[in-house]
């Protein structure tokens, strides 16, 4: 059984900082990509930043030069960390581990439950 969960979202003023970390844990060879979406009511979920097995990154144009996000390969864990947050960045962020190649050698993806993230103005 695999788990994702993550942890770090909370309520900031404009401009500042926060960082998210999600592990996931489980029965665990390997994962592809790790990413971090975000989801507001009334709205689909939409990518913010992802990050392969290798390194190479991927983010939203609306979060470019703010955010970065990072990965420890051991860990099976991801860091999205975000800095000059604006109040439009408020939302629940969601990780998702995408090609989870586990011992029984089976490959899924899986989402973690999300954390808030709440920006004021």
């Known amino acids: 059984q695999v788990q994702v969960v993550e942890s770090g979202g909370g309520l900031v003023q404009a401009g500042g900082s926060l960082r998210l970390s999600c592990a996931a844990s489980g029965s665990i060879i390997s994962i592809n990509t790790m990413a971090w979406y975000r989801q507001v009511p009334g709205k689909q979920r939409e990518l913010v930043a992802a990050i392969t097995g290798g390194g190479d990154t991927n983010y939203a144009d609306t979060v470019k030069a703010r955010f970065t996000i990072s990965r420890d390969n051991a860990k099976n864990t991801v860091y999205l960390q975000m800095n000059s947050l604006k109040p439009e960045d408020t939302a629940v962020y969601y990780c998702?581990?995408?090609?989870?190649?586990?011992?029984?050698?089976?490959?899924?993806?899986?989402w973690g439950q999300g954390t808030q993230v709440t920006v004021s103005s």
């Open positions: 998702n581990a995408e090609g989870v190649l586990t011992v029984w050698y089976t490959r899924n993806d899986y």
